[in-house]
């Protein structure tokens, strides 16, 4: 018998961002995000753009027969990094955010991130039968990334990224390490992440994204024989 599918829907809503988050750690069909009123034209003050039909195909839609994804923050480059990590963790992943743009990037990328990383945490449940620790080197091009994760509920964040440009599209690259550091936070991870070489920006974000993705498949995999057993000498996660 098909285990269920470990899923979970987040609203977060502040003064300064609505967001939206539908995941699902096993892939699979999601249901569209429930209607709101603050993602209305309305309700979208400049810069943001208007938020497409969620049935719409954009920069960073995939619907597959094994994946549903569809991601919308009004950071075109936030974008492309969610769709990446969602894509090789095999994660099924919805997200639709209504950010303060007017400002900056920061409240949008946290937010976002902070959203995503209690999805992760709700979705996981009990964190027993599951294999724990994940690790992987992913490359781009010139670029290589290493990630380490630890599914311990002892939340911490490392990451090691030489940037050497402060945007990256439209996202400040400096929030790529805060993001990934509000995530783990969020999710009650310990999280390594270092980009070992690289001499563009835009593919040392990606590799660093994919090698997280590709530790996350691996440290969420439930493991057979052990269900119900937690990974740790102490009993509890």
């Not at 974008?79 to 919805?94: E, Q, V």
Request: net charge neutral.
């Amino acid at each position: 018998m098909p285990l269920p599918l470990r899923t979970a829907l987040i609203n977060r809503s502040t003064n300064e961002t609505k967001i939206q988050v539908s995941l699902s750690l096993d892939g699979g069909a999601l249901s569209l995000l429930p209607d709101s009123a603050d993602f209305s034209p309305n309700n979208l003050p400049a810069p943001n753009t208007p938020i497409p039909p969620q049935t719409s195909t954009h920069h960073a839609s995939q619907i597959t027969a094994s994946q549903h994804i569809w991601i919308w923050t009004g950071i075109g480059f936030l974008d492309h990094m969610l769709h990446a990590w969602a894509k090789h963790a095999g994660w099924s992943l919805r997200v639709r955010c209504r950010g303060d743009l007017a400002i900056d990037d920061h409240h949008t990328t946290e937010d976002t991130f902070l959203a995503l990383g209690t999805a992760f945490k709700q979705a996981l449940g009990a964190r027993a039968g599951i294999a724990r620790f994940g690790f992987a080197f992913a490359p781009l091009d010139e670029a290589l990334a290493r990630a380490v994760l630890d599914i311990s509920s002892r939340p911490f964040f490392v990451g090691e990224f030489g940037f050497e440009g402060p945007m990256i599209g439209q996202l400040n690259s400096q929030m790529i390490h805060h993001g990934l550091s509000s995530w783990a936070i969020a999710a009650g991870v310990t999280l390594h992440v270092d980009v070992i070489k690289g001499s563009n920006d835009h593919h040392r974000a990606e590799s660093a994204f994919k090698a997280l993705a590709l530790a996350c498949r691996m440290a969420c995999q439930r493991v057979d024989g052990r269900e119900g057993e937690v990974g740790s000498t102490k009993g509890v996660l």
